[in-house]
């Protein structure tokens, strides 16, 4: 068996230090000139976000409202940025519909989505409806599509970090509504 020598037991010894600092957790305090924070730190936890719902047409454009019946698709919009307003460079975002307990989804005569109202009261719950990449701009769109009933219907969505600088957060959650044509 080969001993170490002293110099070489030295290396081995720092190394180990290096190594047990670098997998430590990082500092609970946020980053400032007299504590500083790695990047890898502000990766971990990531920093305050911002998380803005969008209601589209399909042309991108916002709209408030839509004629149930008409064929005018919704699209879901989600955009999400630091408070100094840089996108977030990566993760996901997973839009969501309040949906009433009990009833089945994509039933027609019984539809399932409710207000945003149901969901705070617990007389509905959150839905997933799909999970979307965000774009280098920090936005995800969804085409929800048309609605033949009139209605409303609560949105949000959640932002998954994953490994964005940006920390995971939920939107706040809105309304659409669906109006009956003339």
């Known amino acids: 068996m080969k001993r170490l020598r002293p110099l070489g037991l030295a290396v081995v010894l720092a190394c180990a230090v290096a190594f047990a600092a670098c997998s430590s957790e990082p500092p609970a305090a946020p980053a400032t000139l007299s504590n500083p924070v790695s990047h890898n730190a502000l990766i971990a936890r990531g920093v305050p976000g911002t998380y803005q719902l969008m209601f589209l047409n399909t042309a991108l454009q916002p709209v408030t409202s839509l004629i149930a019946g008409s064929g005018q698709e919704l699209v879901l919009g989600a955009h999400v940025q630091d408070a100094a307003g840089s996108p977030a460079a990566g993760g996901s975002v997973t839009f969501e519909y309040c949906s009433f307990k009990g009833l089945p989804p994509n039933d027609i005569n019984r539809a399932d989505e409710a207000p945003t109202s149901a969901c705070l009261t617990g007389a509905g719950t959150w839905a997933r409806l799909l999970g979307i990449t965000v774009n ?30 940006i920390g995971s957060g939920v939107s706040s959650p809105h309304d659409f509504t669906w109006v009956a044509g003339s």
């Open 136 to 165: 280098a701009s920090g936005n995800a769109y969804m085409n929800f599509g048309f609605v033949l009933i009139p209605r409303t219907v609560g949105f949000r969505f959640r932002y998954s970090s994953q490994r964005s600088f």
